[in-house]
């Protein structure tokens, strides 16, 4: 895909509709909606019970390794290939995370600094979506999913008492 094509529609999304009272009330309806919620916790178990058979595997290849049937260097290489397994796992399962205290008014508040985005240079954009690592899922130039890190609109995580300032915009 073109870059500046792409990026044309990534602007329109963020400085339009992450900012829109309607769109955002539309995402906490979805996640307030009990069959996603259903869906996502099958989802949840099969990537639990995913992590538990790769550190079976993780097992026998160290048995293997102990009695002798494979070498070290093949040890170091399956261990890794698993490792990174799990670690993708592990990171599907953070993305399914969402705070059950996401509001309208939270959302609104978070992403009110997007307003300007189309003015900001693509420096500014990229420190931004850093900062909210963005899971932006893209297919003939149209945007299929969009996750942002839940924590970010979670006010446990955010300290703002003396010393300390809030993230910035």
Not at 5 to 19: H, N, P, S, Y
Not at 38 to 62: F, H, M, P, T, Y
Request: glycine residues 2%.
């Amino acid at each position: 895909m073109r870059r500046e094509k792409l990026e044309q529609r990534l602007d329109l999304m963020f400085a339009e509709q992450l900012t829109s009272r309607g769109f955002l009330q539309t995402c906490i309806e979805e996640l307030a909606n009990p069959r996603k919620q259903d869906d996502s916790g099958i989802r949840i178990q099969r990537l639990n019970a995913d992590v538990r058979n790769l550190r079976q595997k993780r097992e026998r290849v160290l048995e293997a390794f102990f009695d002798g049937t494979i070498s070290r260097d093949e040890r170091k290489q399956r261990l890794e290939s698993i490792d990174r397994d799990i670690q993708s796992i592990h990171e599907l399962l953070l993305l399914n995370n969402t705070p059950s205290a996401v509001n309208l008014e939270s959302l609104i508040k978070s992403f009110a600094p997007l307003i300007e985005w189309q003015y900001w240079t693509r420096d500014q954009k990229r420190t931004l979506l850093a900062a909210l690592v963005p899971d932006i899922r893209v297919a003939d130039y149209r945007v299929t999913a969009l996750g942002i890190d839940s924590t970010l609109f979670s006010n446990e995580h955010h300290r703002t008492d003396k010393g300390s300032s809030p993230l910035p915009t």
